[in-house]
């Protein structure tokens, strides 16, 4: 008998349409919602779903300022459904699947270091390598995100591919993950036991935001050497933004770091270019079913 | 003293910002406003503007249809900026710059087969062989777009660039391009003659829409052997959507075509998948200034 943490994970949701115009989760949730037998998995009830229907709608990110209550009718609407959040009752996983205009592949979200049912099937899904893991942890983060209203909230961002139009290629990626993904549960739910293990993780750490003047407008892109280049090292004094009037900036952090969300479409108006990580290598237990 | 065609070329205008979101041709005309050293040429008057304020502050392709009346009022203050369309005192020249999502290089569009003095622009913009004409010959396009108040309008579309995104190649191969079209400007307004010539451009077909259910949702994407093929010759039995459940439906056409606007974002709402063209060798007769 292993010196496992027992858990169960019997009840699944797969969110999509969190951003209205990021296609790929739409269009996957929507096709399951008509036909559920690619994501059905002995022992778990997994339930696709929409969660901002008016965005989707308009294939926008989010529902205008104006309206802004229907987005907190809908989040109360969510942990009702699927939580209450830290209640026993809450959903035991839920995929929010997204998709960004940077060129990060597949990457899987996570909000603790310390949930190791998710630090687990983290493990398992890097059977395929294309994968890598995005910590984001941090303690406002996890009352931001609807996904957090489970146990073990798991994002799942693919790109590039613009906002408002689906690309086949990502389309075809989010689907094999979350293939393997439930295919982790269905094991999870047949009892198989997890041993313990190591999960290399890139912990988010900086938000750079782009360079701007006086009045707040932006001066420079991201260089032609960051851009596209998400996951690789970037080293201080590396080539980071280019001004208009073609000046280089320079990197100037104190060590190398792993930027991501490099120039993504949604993160000008939250002032961020990129954000820096580390790599770090985390602890798993093993688990098994309770 | 040769057979030419007599025109003039003085006055100038660069627009940015038609659609709000698509960020290079913002970013270009904005910077020249501040400083316009770039875009000096001897003999013309070249004036920087941005087209769609409200649109491009909120970083939207268009306003809201609520506030359509603030575009049919911006599109008659450029009509009496820029125009009277077809009067003697419209703008000679009007470049519209435009970003797309998808994989069009450098792509120059024109209104008429029969405007030779675009037809030698593009000869000489084509000594730099990165850039293709796309023809868009429709006798009521010619009222839809703004930059159609001017006696030679040019449409120039660089891609792929999603939207709300700023890369820097891209920017770059659009501030090129306008360096070699204001060149032009400058050598015709010197009095250099240009002779006769010819010029491969790719005249639009037809519009082919994604597949639908009856509800009007799209079943298909752009099959993956025709992502980012924009421009490569698609024919009758090769891929061209592939179903959400996996099957492939090929192009059904009688003859060679060339698709372009390949899964462009903003066209999903005007239910166009892509465009075909034709290719086409237009003569352009000899020009020199009037």
């Given at each position: 008998?292993?010196?496992?943490?027992a858990?169960e994970?019997?009840?699944v949701?797969?969110?999509?349409?969190?951003?209205?115009?990021?296609?790929?989760?739409v269009?996957l949730v929507?096709?399951?919602?008509?036909?559920g037998?690619d994501?059905?998995?002995r022992g778990?009830?997994?339930?696709?779903f929409?969660?901002?229907?008016?965005a989707?709608e308009?294939?926008?990110r989010?529902?205008h300022?104006?309206e802004?209550?229907?987005?907190v009718?809908?989040?109360?609407e969510?942990?009702?459904?699927?939580g209450?959040?830290?209640?026993p009752?809450?959903?035991?996983?839920?995929?929010?699947?997204?998709?960004?205009?940077s060129?990060?592949?597949?990457?899987?979200?996570l909000?603790s270091?310390?949930?190791?049912?998710?630090?687990?099937m983290?493990?398992?899904?890097?059977?395929?390598?294309?994968?890598?893991?995005?910590?984001?942890?941090?303690?406002?983060l996890?009352?931001?995100?609807?996904?957090?209203?489970?146990?073990?909230?798991?994002?799942?961002?693919?790109g590039?591919?613009?906002q408002?139009?689906?690309?086949?290629?990502?389309?075809?990626?989010?689907?094999?993950?979350l293939?393997?993904?439930?295919d982790?549960i269905?094991?999870?739910?047949?009892?198989?036991e997890?041993p313990?293990?190591?999960?290399?993780?890139?912990?988010?750490?900086?938000?750079?935001?782009?360079?701007?003047?006086?009045n707040?407008n932006?001066?420079?892109m991201v260089?032609?050497n960051?851009?596209?280049?998400?996951?690789?090292?970037?080293?201080?004094?590396?080539?980071?933004?280019?001004?208009f009037?073609?000046?280089?900036?320079?990197?100037?952090?104190?060590?190398?770091v792993?930027?991501?969300?490099?120039?993504?479409a949604?993160?000008?108006?939250?002032?961020?270019?990129f954000?820096?990580?580390?790599?770090?290598?985390?602890?798993?237990?093993?688990?098994r079913?309770?």
């Amino acid at each position: 008998v292993c010196n496992c943490v027992a858990l169960e994970a019997r009840r699944v949701a797969i969110f999509g349409g969190t951003h209205g115009n990021e296609m790929s989760g739409v269009a996957l949730v929507n096709l399951w919602i008509k036909n559920g037998a690619d994501i059905q998995r002995r022992g778990a009830d997994i339930k696709p779903f929409i969660t901002n229907p008016r965005a989707v709608e308009k294939c926008v990110r989010y529902e205008h300022a104006h309206e802004f209550p229907y987005e907190v009718r809908r989040a109360q609407e969510i942990n009702r459904m699927f939580g209450p959040k830290g209640s026993p009752e809450a959903y035991d996983v839920i995929f929010d699947l997204h998709n960004t205009t940077s060129n990060m592949g597949c990457t899987l979200i996570l909000e603790s270091s310390k949930d190791h049912f998710n630090l687990q099937m983290m493990n398992y899904i890097k059977v395929i390598p294309i994968c890598l893991v995005l910590l984001n942890e941090h303690p406002l983060l996890k009352y931001s995100t609807s996904r957090s209203v489970a146990k073990h909230p798991v994002g799942l961002e693919v790109g590039p591919q613009p906002q408002g139009v689906l690309r086949s290629n990502i389309f075809e990626a989010m689907r094999v993950i979350l293939k393997h993904a439930l295919d982790f549960i269905e094991l999870f739910n047949e009892g198989m036991e997890f041993p313990p293990c190591t999960v290399e993780v890139f912990r988010v750490s900086e938000r750079i935001d782009y360079p701007r003047d006086a009045n707040g407008n932006i001066i420079a892109m991201v260089h032609p050497n960051l851009q596209d280049c998400d996951w690789e090292p970037l080293n201080p004094g590396d080539p980071m933004f280019q001004t208009f009037d073609g000046k280089t900036i320079p990197y100037q952090g104190s060590c190398t770091v792993y930027p991501t969300f490099i120039n993504e479409a949604a993160y000008y108006e939250k002032q961020q270019a990129f954000v820096t990580t580390r790599r770090e290598t985390l602890a798993a237990s093993g688990i098994r079913k309770a």
